[in-house]
C-alpha cells in the first residue's frame, strides 16, 4: 500500500477531490473558493480542475449563500459550503440553525439536508475577538448537526469524506495554524467513519481528553509527565456529536482520573458536556474531581500576551493534570 | 418614503376571459372555496382548542397563488412563509393531513411535527416561519434547477411585505440577478406586518418596480384581489423567467381580511376599514364574473362552497380521530437514513 506526506489542507483538498468525481451532485461554494484558490488554499487547483459551475465564488454574503446552499440540498444536489471563518457564519445563523438542522424533523421526514458546511474554527494568530471564536458548544447545541473536528490529516481525508456521504448537516471544524501540518497517509482511498473517538496514546493513570489543535498541547503536557513516569492517556474525540462516550469512559474506568481539554470557552462548553457524560457514566469509577481546560471568558484579546493566556496551553495542561493526580 | 404609482400590468380582461378553459375557472373557484373554507374550519377548530400554537389565515389572499398555481404549474419550486396553507392546498396536499398537521396528530402532514406554519407538498419546501429565512432556501432551488440544466422550471417564493426587508431577501436577489437563476419572488403585499402599516416599515412604494430596479432585474405588479390580472401576470413572469434566465420579482398587492395570527384582534384597522376591505374579496369578485359570464349559476357556486365545506368538516373529523404521536418516537426522525449514496 503507497503512502504520501500531506499537508492538512492537502488531505482536506484531496477529500473533496475524490468525492466530487464520485458524484457530479457535489459543488464547493464560498468565498474566495475559486479564483483565489482558496483564502487558506485548500481548493488550491480545483477550479481549473472542476470549472466555475462547481467550484464557486460568492460575494460576501454568508446568510445568501448558505441559505442557497442548504436550499440546494434539499432539491437534489450535495453542497460543501466554506466559511471563510467560521466566525463569519454567525452572519448566517438563522440559515443554520433555522434551516440545516431542523428541515428534515420539522417536514416530518421529506426534505433531508445533505451538506457539509466546513472552514477554519477559533483562534488563529492574533486576529482578535471577533475572528477567533469557537463554535462546537453553539452549533453542538442544536439537534440535527453532526458536529466533527480533525486533529490530522488522515482523519481530516476520511473524515470529510465520511461527511460529505452523509445524508445530514455536518459543522467540519478546522484549524488555520493548522493547515500545514504534514503526516504520512495512504494513497489508496479510505474514510474515517463519523462518530468515533480515537485513544490516539495509551497511558495508566489519567485520561486527556481534547479535539483539534489543542491535542499538540495535550501530547507535550504528556511527554513532560513521562519524564516523571506519569503515563498520560490522550484520546481524540474527532466527532464532537454524536459523542463517542463510550471510548472516553473505558478509558476513565482504566485511568479513574480525567482532563478535559478544549480551546472554546469553559461555561456550556464541549467539556462541560463530556465532562457531565463521563461523571453519569463513570462516577463510582473516578478518584478526583474532573478538571477542565478551556478558554478563559474574555472575548479573545489582540494581544499576543493574552492571547496565549486565555488559550489553554501546555503549563495550563501540566496544572490540571497535577492537580487530579494529586 | 419614496412613493409613486403602481404600474399594474395590463392584461385584457375579455381577450382573457375567452382564452381561459371555462373548466380551469371552474376548478379555480372550487380551490378558491376549498382554501377559504379550510381557514374557516381551521379558525374554528383553534377557537374549540383542538389547534395550538399561531394561526396564519390567507383569507382575502386566495387569487394570488390560486392564480399562481393555474398558471404556473405544480412542476416548478414552491416556498412560502407561515402564512401556507392555501400553497399546500393548491400543490395537491390533502385536506385531512393538513387538518389533522393542525391538531398534532401523527396522521397530519408533517407527522405533526412542523403545525400551522409548516405545510408541506411535492415541490413544496414549506411552510418556513422566519420572516425572510425562506428566501435563500428559494434561491437554492432555483440553484439546483439551473445546475441540472432543468428547462423550463423555476423557483417561485411568496413573501409579505415585510420580508421585503430583511437582508435574506436582498442577498438572494443580488445573488439570483449575480448568477442568473430562475427565481420569482412574489411579495404579497398585505398592507401589514403584523400590526406596522406597510408605509411605516418599507421606504418605497411600489415596492417591486423600486427594488427591482437596483438589481437589474424585470418586476411586474399585480392587482391581487383580482385573478385574472394575476393570472395573467404570472403566465407572462413565467415566460419571461425561462427565457431570459432571469430572477423576477413581483408585488401582488392585497389586503388579508384576518388579523395577523389567529390572536391578533386587528384593532390598527378601522371596521370601517376592514369592510370596505372585505368588500374587494378576491373569491366573491371571480364568483360574479363566473356568474355574469353564466359560466356558472348561482346553485352551482353554492355548491361549490358546500363541498368545499364538507371536505373540510370532514377533515376535522379525520384529524379529530386521528391517532396522537407515540411519545416513544419522539426522538426519531432528527436525523435522515444514510440512503443518500
Not at chain 1, 472575548?299 to 495542561?317: A, C, F
Not at chain 2, 378558491?32 to 374549540?48: C, K, T, V
Not at chain 2, 390533502?94 to 405533526?112: C, D, F, H, Q, V
Not at chain 2, 386587528?266 to 370601517?272: I, W
Request: hydrophobic share 40%.
Amino acid at each position: 500500500m503507497g503512502t504520501q506526506i500531506v499537508e492538512i489542507r492537502e488531505a482536506l483538498r484531496q477529500a473533496m477531490d475524490e468525492e466530487m468525481a464520485r458524484d457530479s451532485r457535489i459543488f464547493i461554494i464560498g468565498e474566495e473558493v475559486a479564483e483565489y484558490n482558496g483564502a487558506y488554499k485548500v481548493t488550491k487547483g480545483m477550479l481549473a480542475k472542476w470549472g466555475p459551475e462547481r467550484i464557486i465564488d460568492t460575494p460576501i454574503s454568508e446568510n445568501g449563500f448558505a441559505g442557497l446552499a442548504i436550499g440546494a440540498a434539499q432539491t437534489g444536489l450535495l453542497p460543501i459550503v466554506e466559511f471563510m471563518s467560521w466566525n463569519f457564519s454567525f452572519v448566517a445563523a438563522d440559515q443554520l440553525i433555522s434551516n440545516a438542522c431542523k428541515a428534515y424533523y420539522m417536514s416530518g421526514g421529506r426534505y433531508s439536508v445533505p451538506i457539509v458546511f466546513r472552514g477554519p474554527n477559533g483562534a488563529a494568530a492574533q486576529v482578535s475577538c471577533q475572528h477567533s471564536h469557537c463554535v462546537e458548544s453553539i452549533y453542538g447545541n442544536l439537534p440535527g448537526f453532526i458536529v466533527i473536528s480533525p486533529s490530522n490529516s488522515y482523519d481530516a481525508k476520511g473524515l470529510l469524506k465520511s461527511a460529505i456521504r452523509a445524508n445530514n448537516p455536518v459543522i467540519f471544524l478546522e484549524n488555520e495554524l493548522d493547515y500545514g501540518e504534514k503526516m504520512e497517509i495512504p494513497t489508496e482511498e479510505f474514510l474515517v467513519p463519523i462518530g468515533k473517538a480515537k485513544v490516539i496514546k495509551e497511558g495508566r493513570h489519567v485520561t486527556l481528553v481534547s479535539y483539534c489543535r489543542m491535542l499538540k498541547f495535550c501530547r507535550e503536557a504528556s511527554d513532560i509527565l513521562a519524564k516523571k513516569g506519569i503515563s498520560v492517556e490522550i484520546i481524540d474525540l474527532r466527532t464532537i456529536k454524536p459523542l463517542d462516550i463510550a471510548t472516553v469512559a473505558s478509558s476513565v474506568r482504566k485511568t479513574h482520573r480525567c482532563v478535559l481539554v478544549e480551546e472554546g470557552h469553559i461555561f456550556s462548553g464541549i467539556s462541560a458536556e463530556v465532562g457531565f457524560q463521563i461523571q453519569q457514566h463513570c462516577f463510582d469509577d473516578l478518584d478526583a474531581p474532573l478538571v477542565r481546560v478551556c478558554q478563559r471568558e474574555t472575548p479573545m484579546p489582540y494581544s499576543k500576551v493574552l492571547e496565549k493566556e486565555t488559550i489553554p496551553n501546555t503549563d495550563r495542561i501540566l496544572a490540571a493534570l497535577t492537580e487530579v493526580l494529586r | 418614503m419614496s412613493k409613486e404609482p403602481y404600474h399594474f400590468f395590463q392584461a385584457d380582461f375579455h381577450k382573457l376571459l375567452s382564452s381561459i378553459d371555462q373548466n380551469l375557472l371552474k376548478d379555480v373557484l372550487r380551490q378558491m372555496f376549498l382554501i377559504r373554507n379550510f381557514e374557516q374550519r381551521g379558525e374554528a377548530a383553534y377557537q374549540q382548542g383542538k389547534v395550538g400554537g399561531f394561526y396564519h389565515s390567507y383569507a382575502g389572499q386566495e387569487a394570488i397563488q390560486t392564480a399562481c398555481i393555474a398558471a404556473c404549474g405544480r412542476d416548478h419550486w414552491y416556498t412560502t412563509t407561515y402564512r401556507c396553507h392555501a400553497l399546500a392546498l393548491l400543490l395537491g396536499a390533502s385536506p385531512n393531513a393538513m387538518m389533522a398537521e393542525l391538531y398534532g396528530r401523527s396522521t397530519g402532514i408533517a407527522k405533526g411535527l412542523g403545525g400551522s406554519m409548516h405545510m408541506y407538498a411535492d415541490r413544496m419546501l414549506g411552510g418556513l416561519a422566519i420572516v425572510g429565512g425562506h428566501i435563500p432556501i428559494a434561491s437554492g432551488a432555483a440553484f439546483t434547477i439551473k445546475y441540472l440544466k432543468q428547462k423550463g422550471l423555476v423557483s417561485l417564493c411568496f413573501l409579505g411585505e415585510g420580508a421585503s426587508v430583511q437582508g435574506a431577501f436582498h442577498e438572494s436577489l443580488n445573488l439570483a440577478a449575480l448568477w442568473n437563476l430562475p427565481l420569482i419572488c412574489v411579495i404579497e403585499n398585505n398592507q401589514w406586518g403584523m400590526g406596522t402599516a406597510a408605509s411605516r416599515a418599507v421606504c418605497v412604494k411600489p415596492i417591486a418596480e423600486h427594488f427591482a430596479k437596483a438589481y437589474g432585474i424585470k418586476s411586474y405588479t399585480f392587482d391581487g384581489l383580482d385573478f385574472f390580472n394575476c393570472y395573467a401576470g404570472f403566465k407572462d413572469a413565467l415566460n419571461e423567467c425561462i427565457r431570459t434566465s432571469r430572477p423576477i420579482l413581483i408585488e401582488a398587492v392585497t389586503e388579508r381580511f384576518r388579523g395577523h395570527s389567529i390572536s391578533d384582534p386587528g384593532l390598527y384597522r378601522s371596521k370601517e376599514a376592514l369592510k370596505e376591505t372585505m368588500e374587494k374579496d378576491p373569491l366573491f369578485r371571480l364568483k360574479s364574473v363566473l356568474l355574469e359570464e353564466e359560466i356558472l349559476t348561482e346553485e352551482e357556486c353554492a355548491a361549490m362552497d358546500k363541498e368545499a365545506r364538507d371536505i373540510m368538516i370532514a377533515a376535522m373529523k379525520f384529524a379529530d380521530e386521528s391517532p396522537w404521536p407515540d411519545p416513544i418516537t419522539l426522538e426519531e426522525g432528527v436525523f435522515a437514513p444514510q440512503e443518500k449514496i
